[in-house]
């Protein structure tokens, strides 16, 4: 998703070892003039908290840890005036589009959050329209929506966010304080969560594309926290990056464990010994190690 150059604060907060990361995503598509569907998510860094119902817009917490770490007053607020943001912010982007002849289907993403530093220090980031470069950015500072394209479709809906009071008190609420207060205690009780450790499983096998090429495959999966490191050791030495070894990214699973797989190319029976070495933090300082072989697989 773009994130076009803006003035503090900005879209995404700078990633810190240490810190930790609330945000919240919606998702809305216009499948027509009167078909709207929303969909909205709070993340904790990578741990799911919530979601919206699509048709109710009531809020389903997916951790049995989030609801009591909410405090129940600001909560019932936040969430009324969540509704009334959702129905206001579905009005008012069709009446923009039929005026405008924007052709449906169309989806509208925004991002808000804010990140705890590790010095106790915290900082909102931004509402944004992630697709359309036009919509206003907040000023988290002095809730002030200020222009991101100077169009007259974007100073209209400037003018109109700006007039929208109960959207404002919703973003001085999560913004002034209550963002960073909140996830401070959400982090007191999400701890568990964020410091869980799940061991990487590795199996390591080979494909054989053509008679002269023999791909060998070391599948990593089940880890969690996310950072991890796979290498090919040859006769015991790691192999440098090169155009024989091809890592792939980091792919989430269903139970919010990672995997991923590290093809090196190899000729066959080139006399040299295989190792696929891992590390991961609920390793400790212990690496697993996969030796590829015929004869002996499990070395
Ligand atoms: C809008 O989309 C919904 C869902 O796709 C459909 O059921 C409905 O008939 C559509 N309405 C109009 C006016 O096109
Ligand atoms: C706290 O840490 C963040 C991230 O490193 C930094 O940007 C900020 O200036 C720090 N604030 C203070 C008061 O030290
Ligand atoms: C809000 O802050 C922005 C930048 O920090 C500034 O440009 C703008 O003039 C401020 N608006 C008000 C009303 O103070
Ligand atoms: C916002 O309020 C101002 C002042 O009351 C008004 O002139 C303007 O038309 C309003 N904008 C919208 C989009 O309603
Ligand atoms: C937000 O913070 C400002 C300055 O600290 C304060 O004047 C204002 O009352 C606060 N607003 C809310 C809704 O807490
Ligand atoms: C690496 O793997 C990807 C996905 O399987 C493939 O598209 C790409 O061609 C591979 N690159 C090399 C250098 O083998």
């Known amino acids: ?60 917490f997916c951790q049995p840890w989030v609801r009591p770490a909410l405090p129940h007053a600001d909560w019932e607020t936040i969430h009324n005036l969540l509704k009334v943001y959702l129905q206001k912010f579905e009005h008012l982007i069709n009446e923009e589009a039929m005026q405008r002849d924007v052709p449906y289907p169309f989806v509208v993403q925004c991002t808000a959050g804010c990140v705890l530093y590790p010095n106790r220090t915290s900082q909102a980031f931004c509402i944004r329209g992630l697709q359309w470069p036009g919509f206003p950015q907040l000023d988290t500072e002095n809730v002030t929506w200020t222009l991101s394209q100077d169009t007259k479709l974007s100073r ?36 568990p969560a964020l410091e869980r450790q799940e061991l990487p499983v590795a199996t390591v096998f080979a494909r054989t594309p053509s008679l002269d090429q023999l791909l060998l495959v070391c599948h990593v999966t089940g880890f969690y926290p996310r950072p991890i490191s796979v290498a090919w050791l040859r006769d015991g030495q790691e192999v440098p990056p090169g155009p024989a070894l091809n890592t792939s990214t980091i792919l989430p699973n269903a139970d919010l464990t990672y995997q991923l797989r590290s093809v090196l190319a190899v000729v066959p029976h080139d006399g040299h010994s295989y190792v696929c070495r891992v590390r991961h933090q609920s390793l400790g300082t212990r690496s697993l190690l996969i030796p590829w072989g015929r004869c002996h697989p499990w070395g």
């Open 1 to 60: 998703t773009p994130c076009f150059p803006s003035p503090s604060p900005p879209c995404q907060p700078l990633s810190h070892e240490g810190a930790f990361t609330l945000r919240l995503l919606q998702t809305t598509t216009f499948q027509n003039t009167s078909f709207t569907d929303t969909e909205g998510l709070g993340l904790l860094e990578d741990i799911e908290l919530g979601f919206l119902e699509k048709h109710t817009w009531s809020i389903h």
């Open 156 to 191: 209209y809906v400037q003018s109109f966010l700006q007039n929208y009071t109960a959207l404002n008190e919703l973003v001085e609420i999560l913004f002034n304080d209550t963002c960073a207060d909140e996830l401070e205690v959400i982090l007191q009780y999400g701890k």
